[in-house]
Structures are given as structure tokens and as C-alpha cells.
């Protein structure tokens, strides 16, 4: 990446903005409403609104490493409150990828210093399924299929909190797990089955005073 040509960059988009639509910049700046917020990873590669087709405006978007949604992170648990309670987000996506590097250094045991404590929470996601894992033979089959389950245990996550479950008695809001397969370009949709685990985890995880989120 050319550095010193960002800001040039920067002109000519606003002229192709313009010469499409004269009040571009303008009708943007009126505010948003996307319908779909979107939890997906820093890595570089991963590029949100090119990935989806999106236009600005039509996703709000929170990426960190490895796609995770913890419940102490008040980065994830502000965006997630705001895009619920206030933005009435229709769709949530939790999207990680093959050959994620936060996963890939998950698996590894090493003192990796600060990011020890990220990353415990997906060591803490191979711990609960390590049983399905460690009969996985080949490296990269194990590595991928970690990276899938982090995915639904954020959706998980996800669901645990209270703005998602009263979103859920108050309106249709739906959640989906999706993995991006970098080396295809494939979006694939894990098709969790997300009433089945309400029902499991409802008896602990239940904020709304017993009441049914189905």
C-alpha cells in the first residue's frame, strides 16, 4: 500500500461518489439505519462491506480478533446494546474464516504476553468441544473446524445477553453464524440450529424474568 497516495485515493472516490449521485455526501450524512449488525474479525483480509456487497450505511460493524463476543469486553457489549436497543437492528452475524491467525495462535502454547487473556476465551472453546477435535488427524481440518465452533459459541454468547433476548420476545431478530472460506471467497451459513440451544441454556442464562424467547 502506497501511503502517500491515500489522500489522493480519498479524491478521486469522492469524485466517482459525485459524479454518480450529486447529493451523496449529503443524504449520508443524514444519519443511518442498517438492519444488520456484523461481528467479524480484524484480519486483514477479511474485508467487511466488500465481502456482503454492502453499501455504507446498510451494516454497522464491530471486528476484533477471532470474532469473539465477551461478555467483559465493553467495546463488544456497547456496539452490540447500541445496534440492538437503538439502531432495532433486524440481523446479527457472527462471521469468522479459515486460517484464522487468532485461532491458529489459540491452538499454539505459548506465552503470547497480552493477548494471553484474548485468547483463553478461544482455549476456552476448544476445551469444551476438545472431545469432536483431538479425533481430527489433519492440521488444517482441526484448525477449521475450531474456527467453526468459535463461531457458535460467540453466537452463543450472543444470545446470552440481556438487549438480545428481549429483542427476541419484542420483535423477529435473528442471529446467524457464517464462516468466510478465504480460499474459495465462499460465505458459508453454519445453520445453527439457535432454538435448540436457547432452549438448553434458558434455565441458566434467562434474563427476562422467566419469560418464554420463542
Same mark, same amino acid.
Given at each position: 500500500?502506497?501511503?502517500?497516495?491515500?489522500?489522493?485515493?480519498?479524491?478521486?472516490?469522492?469524485?466517482?461518489?459525485?459524479?454518480?449521485?450529486?447529493?451523496?455526501?449529503?443524504?449520508? @450524512?443524514? *444519519?443511518?439505519?442498517?438492519?444488520?449488525?456484523?461481528?467479524?474479525?480484524?484480519?486483514?483480509?477479511?474485508?467487511?462491506?466488500?465481502?456482503? *456487497?454492502?453499501?455504507?450505511?446498510?451494516?454497522?460493524?464491530?471486528?476484533?480478533?477471532?470474532?469473539?463476543?465477551?461478555?467483559?469486553?465493553?467495546?463488544?457489549?456497547?456496539?452490540?446494546?447500541?445496534?440492538?436497543?437503538?439502531?432495532?437492528?433486524?440481523?446479527?452475524?457472527?462471521?469468522?474464516?479459515?486460517?484464522?491467525?487468532?485461532?491458529?495462535?489459540?491452538?499454539?502454547?505459548?506465552?503470547? *504476553?497480552?493477548?494471553?487473556?484474548?485468547?483463553?476465551?478461544?482455549?476456552?472453546?476448544?476445551?469444551?468441544?476438545?472431545?469432536?477435535?483431538?479425533?481430527?488427524?489433519?492440521?488444517?481440518?482441526?484448525?477449521?473446524?475450531?474456527?467453526? +465452533?468459535?463461531?457458535?459459541?460467540?453466537?452463543?454468547? +450472543?444470545?446470552?445477553?440481556?438487549?438480545?433476548?428481549?429483542?427476541?420476545?419484542?420483535?423477529?431478530?435473528?442471529?446467524?453464524?457464517?464462516?468466510?472460506?478465504?480460499? @474459495?471467497?465462499?460465505?458459508?451459513?453454519?445453520?445453527?440450529? #439457535?432454538?435448540?440451544?436457547?432452549?438448553?441454556?434458558?434455565?441458566?442464562?434467562?434474563?427476562?424474568?422467566?419469560?418464554?424467547? #420463542?
Amino acid at each position: 500500500m502506497d501511503f502517500e497516495k491515500i489522500f489522493s485515493h480519498n479524491e478521486a472516490w469522492i469524485a466517482e461518489k459525485l459524479s454518480i449521485d450529486r447529493d451523496y455526501f449529503d443524504k449520508l @450524512s443524514k *444519519g443511518q439505519k442498517p438492519e444488520v449488525l456484523y461481528i467479524g474479525c480484524s484480519d486483514s483480509r477479511v474485508a467487511t462491506e466488500e465481502l456482503l *456487497g454492502a453499501k455504507p450505511g446498510e451494516v454497522f460493524v464491530h471486528r476484533n480478533i477471532a470474532n469473539m463476543v465477551i461478555s467483559i469486553d465493553l467495546n463488544v457489549m456497547s456496539v452490540i446494546t447500541y445496534a440492538v436497543e437503538h439502531l432495532k437492528v433486524k440481523q446479527i452475524i457472527v462471521c469468522g474464516h479459515y486460517y484464522c491467525s487468532g485461532v491458529k495462535a489459540a491452538m499454539e502454547a505459548k506465552d503470547l *504476553g497480552l493477548l494471553n487473556p484474548w485468547l483463553r476465551n478461544i482455549r476456552d472453546v476448544y476445551r469444551i468441544h476438545k472431545d469432536e477435535l483431538n479425533v481430527i488427524k489433519d492440521p488444517d481440518e482441526k484448525y477449521n473446524r475450531l474456527a467453526e +465452533l468459535n463461531v457458535e459459541e460467540q453466537c452463543i454468547n +450472543l444470545i446470552k445477553t440481556a438487549a438480545v433476548q428481549k429483542a427476541f420476545i419484542e420483535r423477529d431478530l435473528r442471529v446467524h453464524g457464517w464462516i468466510f472460506d478465504i480460499r @474459495s471467497g465462499k460465505l458459508i451459513d453454519m445453520r445453527i440450529n #439457535f432454538k435448540k440451544i436457547l432452549k438448553e441454556i434458558m434455565e441458566i442464562y434467562n434474563l427476562n424474568e422467566g419469560k418464554s424467547i #420463542f
